[in-house]
């Protein structure tokens, strides 16, 4: 089975400095949800892994994340895209948990609920730099976008091995899906 974790702010959808608080600020990035479908048409089961510490903050409820994220899945179906699940971490930093990014705590869940070897190079793909440690750390191949932060983490730089960096989602998808699969031998 094909698997590929996305961020969410800055990679499916714009981000915003002021965090997303509502529905209406879920505004999809142009052409993240058809490059969605795209994956699933090439059979990739795609999860998001998102850090939402405007929960924490106060800024937002967990009925109103379910409301954000109940947009995101129905704005998807209307593409034809499908999101098969989305691991949060809810927490502030100095909650210390082991979810929050760039720490692996959803990386490695997700390799257990989709019982799939992260190791073997699952793609991720991140617009901060904690979104593609995270990933490296669990194992995946780092993918970063220009979309949301993306051109801010570029210029700092720091960026694990072997990162490649595409314009937007829609761009990986098609590097992913242009690669040569590997012939058995
Ligand atoms: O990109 P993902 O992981 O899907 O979500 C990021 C958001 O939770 C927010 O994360 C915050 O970081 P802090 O949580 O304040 O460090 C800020 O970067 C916000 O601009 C951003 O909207
Ligand atoms: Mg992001
Ligand atoms: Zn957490």
Known sequence: MKLIILDRDG???HDSDAFIKSPDEWVPIKGSLEAIARLNQAGYRVVVATNQSGIARGLFDMQTLM?????????????????????FCPHAADDNCDCRKPKAGMFHDIGKRFEVSLRGGVPTVGDSLRDLQAGFIAGCAPYLVLTGKGEK?????????GTLIFPDLAAVVEFLLKKPVELAV
């Open 67 to 87: 409301a954000i994220h109940q947009k995101m899945h129905e704005a998807a179906q209307l593409v034809g895209a499908e999101i098969d699940a989305i691991f």
């Open 11 to 13: 990679v499916i959808n």
């Open 153 to 161: 983490t570029r210029e700092k730089g720091g960026l694990p091995p």
